[in-house]
């Protein structure tokens, strides 16, 4: 009887349904996104508390230097725990401590918690939830309900969910950020080999405290080094490198958002892009970006420029110039939170900026947390009713099949 709807009109309406009864109507697919929901909600909660009890447990434990300069800050020991793990895997860049992490750049477990935990809450969500996904159908019993809902989630990811991606994607992607972390952590190590500020530390706590750096540099705005000190050069890398951090994740959702081996995302200059050669598919993608975002880069630090031209005119304020200008709205636009600082205040160079390049750089904020977004039409949030291209070859089926 549930079933004999379905013939009586097209857009058929059920009515008193049980609780198994949106499983058998909606098939693989509704299983598959309420599992989807399960994980996702399980990965953001579980590394949020593996996070805090990990360093709830380092700090209790580790050098009393570290828990008698926490005590000097008028900060607890366990809630700086909780509050340095959420700081990290949310990518907020908020520390309890005014030098950020500078004071904690030769504790070796933290280093290697919270790049990791940076890495696991943005860039490399993707290839973690994709690993999860696999692992589990991997593990489950060949016989379990979950196995069909976890094989259609690695079939058919971006059905489901923008930032899940199929096998090939994820892989490029992680490809992408070991190397440009490697990079980044490269630079900071090489080019200040004779730099005071970086080689006051041994090799090994060095490398990570690089490499916690790079991943701040894309992430979470902390720092363990004073970053007015280190090597001009590498000051100039991390504004790339905060540019171009959302580059891979984002190529990843336009190249992945297909049906039908045709791209449904819609976006305004795209043009006649040949989505079978990928290497041009790319590159195309690459070039879009860099014309639409430095744009609103330039225009940023134009009016910052013109806000703050005194201060950058005064010698005698050697804080101010263009470079650390556009450090800073770099790093506003791509939501990261760095700054090259100011040496009487523990703000950033934000700090002392007039209010009208204050208000700039909250809209370079706004504008920069919405970039790479698709701008009209995502597999994974089509919704009913709303309407592909006119001229695209699968238009009537798809709108078919959503009416």
């Not at 990990?54 to 050098?63: N, Q």
């Not at 500020?197 to 902390?222: D, E, K, M, W, Y």
Request: proline share 5%.
């Amino acid at each position: 009887m549930l079933f004999c709807h379905l013939s009586n009109s097209r857009n058929s309406q059920f009515h008193n349904l049980s609780a198994k009864d949106p499983e058998t109507l909606g098939g693989i697919e509704y299983r598959s996104l309420k599992l989807l929901l399960k994980i996702v909600v399980g990965y953001f909660f579980g590394l949020h508390l593996f996070g805090a009890i990990c360093l709830v447990g380092w700090i209790l434990h580790a050098d009393p230097k570290y828990r008698g300069y926490l005590a000097e800050c008028g900060q607890g020991n366990v809630w700086w725990g909780f509050y340095c793990a959420q700081t990290m895997i949310d990518n907020l860049g908020f520390t309890l401590t005014p030098d950020s992490m500078i004071s904690f750049q030769d504790a070796t477990f933290p280093m290697i918690l919270m790049s990791f935990l940076a890495f696991a809450g943005n860039t490399c969500y993707p290839c973690l939830l994709r690993l999860i996904i696999w692992v589990s159908y991997k593990v489950c019993p060949a016989k379990s309900s979950l196995k069909d809902p976890l094989h259609f989630l690695l079939d058919h990811p971006r059905r489901c969910y923008t930032l899940l991606f199929p096998s090939r994607p994820t892989w490029i992607l992680f490809g992408i950020l070991f190397l440009m972390n490697s990079i980044d952590v490269i630079l900071i190590v090489v080019l200040d080999l004779n730099n005071p500020a970086v080689n006051n530390l041994a090799p090994g706590p060095r490398l990570l405290a690089a490499i916690f750096q790079a991943a701040s540099s894309r992430h979470t705005g902390t720092s363990t080094f004073n970053l007015a000190d280190v090597s001009p050069a590498v000051q100039f890398s991390l504004v790339v490198m905060m540019y171009i951090a959302i580059f891979p994740i984002a190529i990843s959702i336009r190249a992945s958002n297909v049906y039908e081996e045709r791209t449904l995302g819609v976006y305004t200059t795209d043009g006649n892009i040949d989505e079978h050669n990928g290497r041009s598919y790319i590159v195309n993608h690459i070039q879009n970006q860099l014309t639409f975002d430095l744009w609103y880069i330039f225009l940023g630090s134009f009016c910052i420029c013109v806000a703050e031209a005194g201060k950058i005119a005064d010698t005698s304020i050697p804080a101010f110039s263009v470079f650390s200008v556009l450090f800073e709205v770099v790093s506003a636009y791509g939501n990261v939170g760095l700054s090259l600082g100011y040496p009487t205040v523990s703000t950033s160079l934000s700090g002392k900026f007039t209010v009208f390049s204050k208000l700039v750089v909250c809209v370079m904020m706004i504008r920069g947390r919405h970039r790479g977004l698709p701008y009209k039409l995502d597999r994974a949030i089509v919704l009913p009713g709303e309407r592909l291209e006119e001229d695209h070859p699968y238009r009537d089926k798809i709108q078919t099949k959503f009416d």
